[in-house]
């Protein structure tokens, strides 16, 4: 079994900027392709962006290309979501996600993980 535990949320203006954090206990994660996800108010859960094993690859969400970063310490078994320029559209609760099946797909539904945080909430105001 792997825990995961996110950090990093709160409230900010538009424009500022947060960084996200998810710590991994339990089982390894080094191998496995990792995932940040947001759910909105009356919103599906999204993909923001993913991680391959050695961060290799990622993939990002269109509307938060140039805007956020994910990157990943498997020594520190944590991954980090850096996010600048956010806007009131970002708000949301943020979800850190873990697909065991160490493959270098970044899936973007949520079924395809098979670990996910408690959540950490986001807010911009404008």
């Known amino acids: 079994q792997v825990q995961l535990v996110e950090s990093g949320g709160g409230m900010v203006q538009a424009g500022g900027s947060l960084r996200l954090s998810c710590v991994a206990s339990g089982r390894s994660t080094s191998f496995y392709v990792m995932g940040w996800f947001r759910q909105g108010p009356g919103n599906e859960r999204e993909l923001v962006a993913g991680i391959t094993w050695n961060g290799g690859r990622t993939y990002y969400i269109e509307s938060v290309k140039g805007r956020f970063t994910i990157s990943r310490d498997n020594a520190k078994s944590t991954v980090y979501l850096q996010m600048n320029s956010l806007k009131p559209e970002d708000t949301a609760a943020y979800y850190c996600?873990?697909?065991?099946?160490?493959?270098?797909?970044?899936?973007?539904?949520?079924?395809?993980?098979?670990?996910w945080g408690q959540g950490t909430q986001v807010t911009v105001s404008s």
């Open positions: 996600a873990a697909d065991q099946n160490r493959s270098s797909i970044i899936w973007t539904r949520p079924r395809e993980y098979d670990y």
